[in-house]
């Protein structure tokens, strides 16, 4: 079974600069979430789509950060116009359904650096 | 409010050592538990996770963790770290109305040969 796929793995921008992450869960699993991770720290949910609809995009910067799920399976996040503190690993997860005991499955992640 | 907190940020043993990773949480429910490991460069691997039931979880790799109510904790254990160990490693809370994922900060773990 094919893992979460990610890409690109690395991306170095300047500020105010945009970027595009890309996310292709496992194949059948209805729910996909975006998450940040900054050096030293867990991972923080971002946003979660159950199927193409939102279900919690609460702690997304909306005025710079957007996301969103085509026909329910490939996303796309993207940041525009990036600041210094956007640089982090970005890390893409999807799981069966959309319930908190659902085993979430994480890609390789993306590595942003804003200079 | 939700909360996991790892109070180890690193933690180094020696190769043949056993092993206690610490994991608090605050939930206003009872809560779904999970570790993660990460290796570096890699996404989080899910090693184990507590539902309900017997408190005494078994994961992959020769992980478990024991889940105590009383002091809302959940730690993970090893009994031999081999250095492939060496890894960060992740708890986390979810379940309840949220549906969403808390992460802990995370211990990062140093085996010594």
């Known amino acids: 079974e094919a893992g979460v796929a990610q890409s690109p793995r690395y991306k170095i921008i300047e500020k105010r600069q945009s970027v595009a992450f890309w996310c292709n869960p496992i194949?059948?699993?209805?729910?996909l979430y975006w998450y940040q991770q900054i050096l030293g720290q867990g991972p923080k949910l971002l946003i979660q789509?159950?199927?193409?609809?939102?279900?919690?995009d609460s702690q997304l910067p909306k005025d710079r950060f957007s996301a969103e799920r085509l026909k329910g399976v490939d996303s796309t996040l993207k940041i525009q116009p990036a600041k210094l503190e956007d640089s982090a690993v970005y890390l893409c997860?999807?799981?069966?359904?959309?319930?908190?005991?659902?085993?979430?499955?994480f890609g390789p992640g993306t590595r942003l650096t804003v200079l | 409010a939700q909360s996991v907190t790892q109070p180890d940020i690193h933690i180094t043993v020696s190769e043949g050592a056993s092993l206690e990773l610490r994991c608090n949480y605050s939930y206003g429910a009872t809560p779904y538990l999970f570790w993660y490991v990460q290796s570096p460069g890699q996404g989080l691997q899910l090693l184990l996770k507590y539902f309900s039931g017997d408190t005494l979880v078994q994961g992959i790799k020769g992980f478990e963790a024991e889940f105590k109510r009383s002091q809302s904790s959940f730690n993970l254990r090893k009994p031999s770290v081999h250095w492939s160990d060496a890894a960060e490693y992740f708890c986390a809370v979810g379940g309840g109305g949220t549906y969403k994922y808390i992460f802990g900060t995370g211990t990062r773990l140093k085996v010594l040969a």
């Open positions: 789509f159950q199927n193409n609809g939102v279900v919690d």
């Open positions: 997860a999807s799981s069966l359904a959309s319930g908190g005991s659902d085993t979430q499955y």
């Open positions: 194949s059948g699993h209805a729910t």
